[in-house]
């Protein structure tokens, strides 16, 4: 993907199946070993609703390649961190949203849950800041 490409248009289902050893929730999402409200897919990232959401808009856009938490991406993930932030704005669009916080928790004491790299979409009411 070159930078002035937008990513492709939403996917109906999941797309391939998550590298082995992904035993987070998010990796049995991946397998679809547990439901979503998928909002978007293809094939380097799934796009759903949070089930806890703390907005009217909270979405979760999550890659298939299982890298645990951002400080442990390399410069390999590069061209996949920009597809997760430029689908982030996708699905914030999408959900007609004019304003929205994106959010990447990395490791336990910032709040992150789930160690599989996440993007929260947050938006549909005002966000203060800073937050928590």
């Known amino acids: 993907m070159t930078d002035s ?10 797309a391939p199946t998550p590298a082995p050893g992904n035993d987070t929730v998010f990796g049995r999402i991946l397998r679809g070993e547990i439901p979503c409200d998928q909002v978007y897919a293809d094939d ?3 796009a759903f609703r949070d089930v806890q ?3 009217p808009v909270h979405v ?7 890298i645990a938490r951002l400080d442990e991406a390399g410069a390999e993930h590069g061209a996949l961190l ?3 932030l430029l689908v982030a704005a996708l ?8 304003g929205f916080r994106t959010v990447i928790n990395s490791g336990a004491e910032a709040g992150q849950t789930v160690f599989h790299l996440h993007v929260h ?3 549909g009411r005002p966000l203060a800041w800073p937050p928590g």
């Open 60 to 66: 979760l856009v999550i890659p298939r390649d299982p």
């Open 5 to 14: 490409a937008a990513p492709p248009s939403p996917a109906p289902s999941p």
């Open 44 to 46: 380097l990232c799934l």
């Open 121 to 123: 979409v947050i938006g």
């Open 91 to 98: 699905v914030a669009r999408e959900e007609g949203l004019s």
């Open 53 to 55: 959401p703390q907005a």
């Open 82 to 84: 920009g597809h997760l």
